[in-house]
């Protein structure tokens, strides 16, 4: 099977050098993407080719459940050199409904350590707990989680003093909240774009959260 991506390899390098013969040499000059997506890592999900764009056009980190929070060193570095070196325009934060450390995280199941990296999406299951009760089977729960945790992550970034020290310089930079259906191959924009503090203030204003735990009820 190595072998076969191999000569996957070859093929691929050599029809982007038939289209292009200098393709490679342009790009390894240098990369200059106007976008960072942080994704998950679902290998269902293949950033660059489901919005059609090439390598060095799209600056990509991806982790389960696509989480940014503020104490992951490997993220944080990503977007600082993203928004500080790269100069990107907009930062993309998209999950995908049917994820899998969605429903991992509100199984009501020991999975190891992976349970801590979860524990955000567990959070915000409690934020919206009275919301997800209304609905009537588990996928409709899990979908509505998957786009919460989107609109959570990117309200972490948002609010992270990278982007929110760019936003004071003055620097382009916008937020943007998407998620992917597998199921039709589909991007659908959750509407929590925000490009500086006034935008940031509208789409997420502070509220109180609900904090009645539904994760085990989500996994009936």
Avoid at 58 to 74: C, K, T
Avoid at 182 to 196: A, K, P
Wanted: proline share 4%; net charge negative.
């Amino acid at each position: 099977m190595l072998k076969d991506l191999l000569l996957n390899n070859k093929d691929w390098s050599k029809r982007r050098t038939v289209k292009d013969p200098n393709y490679f040499n342009k790009l390894a000059d240098q990369q200059d993407p106007d976008y960072l997506w942080i994704g998950c890592s679902d290998s269902r999900v293949p950033a660059n080719e489901i919005v059609g764009l090439a390598p060095g056009e799209l600056f990509v980190h991806r982790n389960v459940a696509n989480i940014a929070g503020p104490s992951d060193a490997s993220c944080l570095s990503v977007l600082q050199y993203a928004v500080e070196a790269l100069k990107v325009r907009h930062i993309i934060v998209c999950g995908h409904y049917g994820c899998g450390g969605v429903e991992a995280a509100v199984s009501g199941d020991r999975h190891g350590l992976i349970d801590h990296w979860l524990q955000p999406i567990r959070d915000v299951s409690d934020e919206i707990a009275d919301e997800l009760e209304t609905l009537d089977t588990k996928r409709k729960r899990l979908d509505r989680l998957c786009e919460a945790n989107v609109v959570a992550q990117a309200r972490s970034v948002a609010s992270n003093p990278i982007v929110q020290d760019a936003w004071r310089i003055g620097q382009a930079v916008s937020v943007h909240a998407w998620i992917y259906s597998i199921r039709d191959g589909l991007l659908h924009d959750l509407e929590r774009s925000t490009s500086g503090f006034e935008d940031f203030a509208r789409q997420f204003p502070t509220k109180k959260s609900s904090l009645i735990g539904v994760a085990g009820n989500l996994a009936k």
